[in-house]
């Protein structure tokens, strides 16, 4: 016989018997085990029809293509005669012509990045029709007239997520890299796929839980959040961390970062070499982190104003014992940015002067245009979300990630279902990656609120629009110096939006643009040599005028920063040792809050 390994020549090699039969039983039984699980969840649960209201969208864009049929032959006309170009140019490739494409592949798509998609005429014609045939289908939408631009929005976005899904790259016998596999290792990729997807089903439930990392290679407070430091104090919501210090004396005044409570902190802090709290503590700052609950239905019921009391001002008071510091700098990121900014209005109101300067990272305070979140908001969806939330006293961290799984689908998704799934690899361990997928929940009452009057109804950005604590809160108000850091490719909180605040609050303002995304854009540390940052001193009131004026700069944000706050803060004194203040310490950083994982 011969060997599995070293077939002979023109011969497939085929998996060993024994370990296929082993293999497939276990298949079987852990099969029946995950659909078992998974309907005995949908009978517990109930079944909702449509609760994203997406047939009721597109029933109204076929309605208004119904009543307008000559857009939709003139489109087809366009799309046939492309189509008949491909056809001449795959003959002629077939004949060993040389042919330039009928719709080249986006070099940044990493789908197409395998030679065999060029180099094979098949699967050159294969990419060059589905091209031709996403860009049929969206044109179709995008010619649709008199449609509510929610509505048309939602049958945008739903339809390329129809069409990523439906991209050759996504199965096995369309796609040359794992055809290529396949017959290299005789199959063994996809007997290894489905045993991925089967951990994945299990982990999930029955409902698929994509591994986009190799989990076990990270340890929160082993080899991540790993910055010294202490817990000194909690409440319900919070555990607020101070770092020990790197340097004999410090800044004056201290720091104090709330990030967004729907992820974790230690995206500030993954590995030493990226770390902004190590950063920043090496600056001569003395550092302090809210670090959120991740709350369950015990906690159903905090609210918007509740993070404010229980959070930002919770932390002022303990910043106040634990260093005799009255006034701190504080720092907002995302969520934590916006509840910032409504705090600042509600202490202008109350006269209350403890926060001596803001820095607001990637914050929406106008939520006009959020970007393709807004395909989630419509009264549909809100109240389908606020009962389910109202069952659970919490929305799932699972359904928010995938929510923002969704926006960068081809990278978020379906890159790793060929890979995990397809070509039957590992994942492979990366932190930020991992701290991704550690998903935090949302209290029912704070996400149903936060939702509805910023998301909805842009009540924020309004004077007066919202009352926090029996407060006014007015945006206006707000004269401290601020310091804005927006990102040129976010798809969470799109720049020219952020870049709103700039003509509301009346302090003096910074504005500065990093490349990248959300997340890259913010965690790019000096010495990287990755994503450079653009500079603007001019605050024109639109954003693309500013951009205009704007000037390249290589290299992190984050000097930029220190050198803004810095003239600010000339006074030092000697370091402060974690609990050797008024409060002592609770546990040693990164606590425990952030310790719970969701399920």
């Known amino acids: 016989m011969a060997d599995q390994q070293n077939p002979e020549p023109g011969k497939l090699p085929l998996p060993d018997p024994a370990v296929y039969s082993r293999t497939m039983a276990d298949i079987g039984a852990r099969s029946q085990r995950i659909v078992g699980d998974w309907l005995q969840r949908q009978s517990d ?9 997406i047939g009721g969208a597109f029933m109204e864009m076929t309605a208004r293509l119904i009543a307008d049929p000559a857009k939709l032959i003139d489109a087809q006309m366009g799309f046939w005669q492309d189509y008949m170009t491909l056809w001449q140019h795959s003959t002629r490739r077939l004949m060993g012509m040389q042919t330039a494409p009928v719709i080249p592949a986006d070099p940044k798509d990493k789908r197409f990045a395998d030679a065999g998609w060029s180099q094979s005429e098949i699967f050159d014609f294969i990419r060059q029709s589905y091209l031709l045939s996403a ?41 040359p890299q794992v055809l290529r596999k396949t017959i290299e290792s005789g199959g063994e990729n996809l007997m290894r796929g489905l045993q991925n997807l089967l951990r994945d089903l299990e982990a999930g439930h029955g409902k ?40 004999e004396t410090v800044i004056k005044t201290p720091l104090v970062i ?27 700052h003395t550092v302090f982190v809210a670090s959120w609950v991740n709350p369950d239905e015990r906690l159903a019921a905090k609210d918007f104003v509740d993070y404010m009391n229980e959070g930002v001002f919770a932390a002022l008071d303990a910043i106040e014992a634990a260093t005799g510091e009255r006034t701190v700098n504080a720092v907002g990121y995302c969520l934590g940015g916006t509840l910032l900014a409504a705090t600042l209005a509600v202490m202008a109101a109350r006269n209350d002067k403890r926060i001596k300067s803001a820095t607001f990272l990637v914050t929406l305070t106008d939520f006009t245009d959020v970007g393709e979140l807004g395909v989630f908001i419509d009264e549909e969806q809100l109240g389908a979300l606020e009962d389910k939330m109202n069952r659970r006293g919490y929305l799932e961290g699972s359904e928010m990630a995938t929510t923002f799984n969704m926006l960068r689908s081809n990278d978020l998704i379906w890159s790793f279902v060929v890979n995990n799934y397809l070509l039957g690899n590992d994942s492979f361990p990366f932190d930020l990656l991992y701290w991704n997928s550690d998903s935090t929940r949302m209290p029912a009452a704070m996400h149903s609120f936060y939702l509805r009057n910023m998301y909805q109804k842009n009540r924020l950005i309004e004077p007066g629009g919202i009352t926090l604590d029996n407060t006014s809160v ?126």
Not at 258 to 284: H, T
Request: charged residues 20%; contains cysteine.
């Open 45 to 53: 649960r109930g079944m909702t029809v449509d609760p994203l209201n």
């Open 135 to 175: 860009r049929f289908v969206q044109d179709v939408v995008k010619r649709v007239d008199g449609l509510d631009p929610k509505t048309a929005q939602k049958v945008d976005f739903y339809s390329r997520q129809f069409m990523d899904a439906m991209s050759p790259s996504n199965f096995a016998l369309t796609n």
């Open 208 to 247: 698929l839980h994509i591994r986009m990392t190799d989990t076990d290679q990270f340890s929160v407070g082993g080899n991540i959040a790993v910055s010294p430091g202490k817990v000194i104090f909690r409440n319900d919501l919070m555990e607020l961390i101070q770092y020990a210090p790197t340097t």
């Open 258 to 284: 709330f990030p967004p409570w729907i992820n974790k902190f230690y995206i500030l802090d993954l590995k030493p070499k990226n770390s902004f709290i190590r950063w920043a503590v090496e600056q001569g």
């Open 474 to 599: 007015d945006l206006r108000r707000i004269t401290i110096p601020v310091y804005f850091l927006s990102c040129r490719e976010d798809h969470i909180a799109p720049w020219a939006s952020t870049y709103k605040a700039t003509q509301v609050m009346a302090g003096p303002k910074r504005f500065v643009l990093a490349a990248s995304g959300h997340i890259a854009g913010v965690v790019n540390p000096p010495g990287s040599g990755k994503y450079n940052h653009f500079v603007n001193d001019a605050l024109p009131e639109a954003a693309a005028d500013w951009m205009d004026g704007a000037t390249e700069v290589a290299g992190s944000w984050w000097p930029d920063w220190q050198r803004w706050l810095a003239p600010r803060e000339k006074a030092r004194v000697a370091a402060r040792i974690p609990g050797s203040g008024k409060l002592r310490a609770l546990a040693d950083a990164p606590g425990e809050y952030v310790r719970v994982r969701a399920a």
